[in-house]
């Protein structure tokens, strides 16, 4: 699938629209609790309704930045590990920023919706399908951990359906929809009990207060 937002002007990721880049810890999933730093890049079209991240839609409202400037900031910071976030971090040509990230030994994960193609070489891949533009499904053979959003109950049934699209080591989590949280948490943990591959995920950083 072509990139709609690919310009002459990223220099086949050379330079990448950067939404944010912050120290932080993993909030969400199976690296819950670890510091890592993160990279937000702009441009997504999945367009989920609920997105906490609308702010990093439109990639023209985020400087094209270069991309050693950001693996230079993300070094300075100390860390040993990069989450790269969005927005749709694929819709961007990711192989020049992961290569020059391993040079500099920092372990790479990905979040991704996997509605675009897989570029990068990744430590890991967290694939968020999402609804509106279901993932491709080399992505799902390579995620490493399978991490559905839940709002309401045909969310499990979309949940079970990855859940057969996916590698057999791939983890699997569930986790509540952030403004649906006291709707759906109960309905989630009973899920669990009665289905026991799955696990909870839950956006610690926002129980944290940190971004
Ligand atoms: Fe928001 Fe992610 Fe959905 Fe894009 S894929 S609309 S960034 S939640």
Redesign the pocket.
């Known amino acids: 699938m072509k990139n709609r937002f690919t310009t002459d002007a990223d220099n086949n990721g050379r330079k990448l629209p950067l939404v944010e880049e912050f120290y932080s810890l993993q909030g969400e999933g199976f690296h819950t609790g670890k510091a890592a730093y993160f990279i937000r890049i702009g441009g997504?079209?999945?367009?989920?309704s609920?997105?906490?991240?609308?702010f990093?839609?439109n990639p023209a409202f985020h400087p094209l930045t270069d991309t050693d400037t950001i693996v230079s900031n993300a070094v300075f910071s100390g860390t040993d590990s990069v989450v790269v976030?969005?927005?749709?971090p694929l819709m961007w040509n990711l192989d020049y920023l992961c290569s020059v990230l391993k040079q500099k030994n920092i372990h790479i994960f990905l979040?991704?919706?996997g509605?675009y193609p897989l570029s990068g070489e990744w430590d890991w891949i967290c694939l968020?399908p999402?609804k509106?533009?279901p993932p491709q499904p080399e992505i799902c053979m390579k995620a490493n951990e399978l991490k559905v959003?839940v709002q309401d109950l045909s969310d499990f049934e979309w949940a079970e359906e990855y859940r057969r699209q996916v590698n057999k080591d791939c983890l699997l989590f569930l986790q509540p929809e952030w403004s649906s949280y006291n709707r759906i948490i109960d309905t989630i943990v009973d899920y669990i009990k009665k289905n026991s591959a799955w696990r909870i995920s839950l956006q610690a950083h926002k129980f944290m207060h940190i971004p």
């Open positions: 997504c079209d999945v367009g989920c609920w997105c906490d991240s609308r990093s839609w976030t969005g927005g749709e979040e991704t919706s509605a968020s999402k509106n533009m959003i």
